[in-house]
């Protein structure tokens, strides 16, 4: 069974940094892609970056690229998404997911469960 734990959010205040950690279980990490979704109050659930596990291809979406990193430590089954330069509109409920590849286009379509998420928020 697909599980994601996520950790990490907190409260900041705007142009502070926050690193949030996805540790995934119940699939082969290393033959899939990790994405990062968010979703904020009121809004559709949106894609924010992935990560390929196997040959390392990243996405990311035009509102946070030159302030996000995500990264990830193979050996853990641990994906993490560095959020510098935050915004009030990064405030949301950040969630990991798997999908079968990541390209610079965006992610396949993921699948198995959500995880908890965690709540980012970013003050003015």
């Known amino acids: 069974e697909v599980q994601f734990v996520e950790s990490g959010g907190g409260l900041v205040q705007a142009g502070g940094s926050l690193r949030l950690s996805c540790v995934a279980s119940?699939?082969?990490?290393?033959?899939?892609?990790i994405g990062w979704f968010r979703q904020a109050p009121g809004k559709v659930r949106e894609v924010v970056s992935c990560?390929?596990?196997?040959?390392?291809?990243?996405y990311y979406v035009d509102s946070v690229k030159g302030r996000f990193t995500v990264s990830s430590d193979n050996a853990k089954n641990t994906v993490y998404l560095q959020m510098n330069s935050l915004k009030p509109e990064d405030t949301a409920v950040y969630y990991c997911?798997?999908?079968?590849?990541?390209?610079?286009?965006?992610?396949?379509?993921?699948?198995?469960?959500w995880g908890p998420g965690t709540q980012v928020t970013v003050s003015s």
């Open positions: 119940g699939f082969t990490f290393d033959d899939y892609a």
């Open positions: 990560i390929s596990s196997s040959d390392g291809s990243t």
């Open positions: 997911a798997v999908h079968y590849y990541c390209s610079a286009y965006g992610p396949s379509p993921r699948f198995g469960s």
